[in-house]
Nanobody, 124 residues
Framework: QVQLVESGGGLVQAGGSLRLSCAAS????????MGWFRQAPGKEREFVAA????????RYADSVKGRFTISRDNAKKTVYLQMNSLKPEDTAVYYC?????????????????WGQGTQVTVSS
């Protein structure tokens, strides 16, 4: 069992940066592949990025590749999403998720645990 709490969202101008954090509780954080998803109003939840338990492997959606960076600090039980060069189309609620699978999956249905989400709004 793991509980996830996101933070770091807010309002930023286009071209700006934000760093999201996701703090996990539980003793087996390193057992989980971690992911970030987002959901804009009226749209389905979509994959953003994933990172392996060691941090050695990452995967990104094409829409954020080169602008976003996912990382994790297992000692702090925290996963991060550094978002640079933000665009208005990045506006969404961002969710942190955990899966006990070892693959860097993009399907939200394969993630077992979810945070409550944090709002990111990018103004033009």
């Amino acid at each position: 069992q793991v509980q996830l709490v996101e933070s770091g969202g807010g309002l930023v101008q286009a071209g700006g940066s934000l760093r999201l954090s996701c703090a996990a509780s539980g003793r087996t954080f390193t057992s989980y592949t971690m992911g970030w998803f987002r959901q804009a109003p009226g749209k389905e939840r979509e994959f953003v990025a994933a990172i392996s338990w060691s941090g050695g492997s990452t995967r990104y959606a094409d829409s954020v590749k080169g602008r976003f960076t996912i990382s994790r600090d297992n000692a702090k039980k925290t996963v991060y999403l550094q978002m640079n060069s933000l665009k208005p189309e990045d506006t969404a609620v961002y969710y942190c998720a955990a899966t006990s699978g070892q693959s860097l999956v993009a399907l939200s249905s394969l993630y077992n645990y979810w945070g409550q989400g944090t709002q990111v709004t990018v103004s033009s």
